[in-house]
C-alpha cells in the first residue's frame, strides 16, 4: 500500500473523492507497491481504485483519459523507501569519502526504479528474479546496468558479493526480451583490464542491439583509501594503451555492427594527452552523464553558437574555476570567444583537488573548501562562472558542506553557474 499525501485540486482524484490519508491498496486489481506498479497502472481509461480508510476498504471508480495524471501526491517520489547497495565494490567512491560531510552523501543507491527513472546504474545483486519480469513486462526501458566484468568469479571479487556472478544472467534475460541497456565498466588497473576488458566487451556486443551502449570510464580514487582495497591510478601511456584497446574494438562494431557500442569517457583521453574524438563518433551521445562524449558536445555547441555570432566591443572581466582535466579545454573555448569578443577578460584558473586528492580531477568533485582558498588572492573580475556539476542539484551546496552563498561571501564575487552546454557557456561569458 502507498499513502497519499495530496489531492491536487479538480483532478481526476478529487472528483472520485479520494482524500489525503487514503492507502492505495490496488488499481483495477493489480497490487500498488511504489511508483512504478503506480504509473503503470494508471493508464488505464477506467481504473477501478481500492484504498484503505482508516479501518474500512473502499472502492472508487474514475474515468480519465488514458495517459492522464490522477492528480495525487505522495511522502516520498519513489512512494517507498530507496533501495541501497548491498555491495562492498572495491573502487566504492562512496567509501573514499572523508567523515564529516552531508549524510545524504554516504548513501549508496542501487535501486533499479531509479534507473528507469533518472538514469541511475545498478548492480542488479539486490534484485531478484521477480524484479526482472516485472521490468520487462513494464517495458522499463533503458535501464542502466554497471556491468565492470562479465567474469562471474572477478565480479564477485570486484563487488565483494556473493550473488554479483549470478545475477550476470539478467542481463541476458533482459536483453532477449528486448529491454535496451546502457552497461558501464569501471576500470580498474590490474584487476578488469587487459584480457578481461576485451572478454567483458567482446560479451556485452555480443547482445548488441539491445545492448546499445557501453561506457569504459577509469575508477575514481580519493586519497581516503586507508584500509581499503589497494589500487592505483591509471599512468598517462597506461590511458593510452587503453583508448587504443576499446577504439579498436569500436571501431571493429562498427564495421560488423553498424555501430561502435563502446566507448572511452573523456577522462582516460584527457588523462593520456590525446584528441578527443569529434561530436559524430558518440553517434548521440547516449552515456553523456557519464561523461562520454561531454566536451566533443560542449565544443560542437560553443562552435555552433559562435558562428551566429558577429561579435561587438563590450567589456567585462570574469573569472572561470574548473579541475585540472577540463582546463585545458576551457582556455580553448574562452579563446574561441574572445576572438569575436575582444574586450572581455576571462581568468580561467585551475583547481587542484586538495579536499579529496591530486588523482581526482573532475570539475564536479571541485569543492567548495579549496575553491576558496585558491582563489583567495586572484583576480575574479565581476563574475566567477562555475559548472553546475559542482554544487548539489538545486545549486545550493558545494560536496564539502560549502553554501553557494559563503563562498561568494569569502571571495567577494558573484557565483554564476553554468550547464555543460556550449550555447549557454558563450552566454554566460559575453554577459547576456
Sequence with gaps: MVCIKEVERFSPAEKAKLLPGDKIISINGNEIKDVLDYRYYICEKKLSVRVLRGEEEKTFNIKKGEYDDLGLEFETFLMDNKHSCRNKCIFCFIDQLPKGMRDTLYFKDDDSRLSFLQGNYITLTNMTEEDIDRIIKMRMSPINISVHTTDPELRVKMLKNPRSGEVLSYIKKLADAGIEINA?????RGINDGENLERTMHDLACLYPQVSSVSVVPAGLTKYRDGLYPLTPFTKEESA????QVEAFAAACKNSLGSSIIYCGDELYLEADLPLPDGEYYEGYSQIENGVGMIA????ELDSALEDEEGDESERTLSIATGHAAYGFILECTEKIKAKFPNIKVN???????FFGESVTVAGLVTGRDLAAQLADKELGEELLLPSCMLRYGGDLFLCGKSREEIEEELSVRITLCENDGYEFLEKVIGR
Design 348 to 354: 580561467v584558473y585551475e583547481i587542484k583537488n586538495d
Design 297 to 300: 558536445s560542449m565544443k560542437d
Design 184 to 188: 558501464q565498466i569501471v576500470l580498474c
Design 241 to 244: 594503451a587503453v583508448v587504443a
